[in-house]
């Protein structure tokens, strides 16, 4: 079974755009959080989404904001980029809502740079 | 707010030598906590848990004890292998209100053979 897969692998925007990155589940799982990884970082929980709706949100902007669709599957978008949002975007999977007692299962991540 | 605190790194062991990575946790209420390892090349993916007070979470030889008493969660291993080599991050989820994944900073293992 394929794990979890995000595109672009790589990204490279200019300050004031915008970005949409993507997320598919495992087959089956209905949870998707996001999170962000600056170099050198732990990840740092961005959003949850379980089965369409928002379920948890971390200590960022709103200029992030994300969506979860029908068959599970999620975006990430950010708006107005700043320098700061340089990072690795990670998305992870999981079969049911819980974060303490699911196994979170993780993408490669996108890399996103800002010139 | 919750946070974790990991051994700072880099982390440089000879092959066969005892592993100990010192993971400290402030957290409402009762979190579960998690070591996550992300080996070279390779996503994170979740190395062992333990979800109350006492529980001991192990995986591929690696071990760690949740201490409450001393908000603790080390991540130890008796004899470790070149393949252990990786980025090991501590991390907790509290299980009260607005529930997140917490990671501390993570701690770059090498094992030199």
């Known amino acids: 079974d394929a794990g979890v897969t995000q595109s672009p692998t790589h990204l490279i925007k200019t300050r004031g755009q915008q970005v949409t990155l993507r997320c598919s589940p495992i087959?089956?799982?209905?949870?998707v959080s996001w999170y962000q990884q600056v170099l050198g970082q732990g990840p740092q929980f961005i959003f949850q989404?379980?089965?369409?709706?928002?379920?948890g949100r971390g200590n960022f902007p709103d200029r992030f904001s994300a969506r979860q669709f029908p068959n599970y599957s999620s975006e990430l978008n950010v708006n107005a980029l700043l320098l700061g949002d340089s990072a690795l975007y990670l998305c992870?999977?999981?079969?049911?809502?819980?974060?303490?007692?699911?196994?979170?299962?993780f993408g490669d991540g996108t890399r996103l740079s800002i010139l | 707010g919750d946070s974790v605190t990991q051994m700072e790194g880099p982390v440089t062991l000879s092959e066969e030598a005892f592993l100990t990575i010192n993971c400290t946790y402030t957290?409402?209420?009762?979190?579960?906590l998690f070591w996550y390892v992300q080996y070279p090349g390779e996503g994170l993916q979740l190395l062992l848990k333990?979800?109350?007070?006492?529980d001991k979470g192990s995986n591929k030889g690696f071990e760690a004890t949740y201490r409450k008493e001393t908000t603790s969660f080390h991540l130890e291993k008796g004899s470790v292998q070149v393949s252990d080599s990786a980025v090991y991050f501590c991390?907790?989820?509290?299980?009260?209100?607005?529930?997140?994944?917490?990671f501390g900073t993570g701690t770059r293992l090498t094992i030199i053979p």
């Open positions: 989404y379980y089965e369409k709706e928002e379920r």
């Open positions: 992870a999977s999981s079969l049911g809502p819980t974060l303490s007692n699911q196994p979170q299962h």
């Open positions: 087959s089956g799982h209905k949870s």
């Open positions: 991390a907790l989820v509290t299980n009260f209100g607005n529930e997140k994944l917490t």
């Open positions: 957290a409402t209420g009762y979190p579960s």
């Open positions: 333990a979800t109350k007070a006492d």
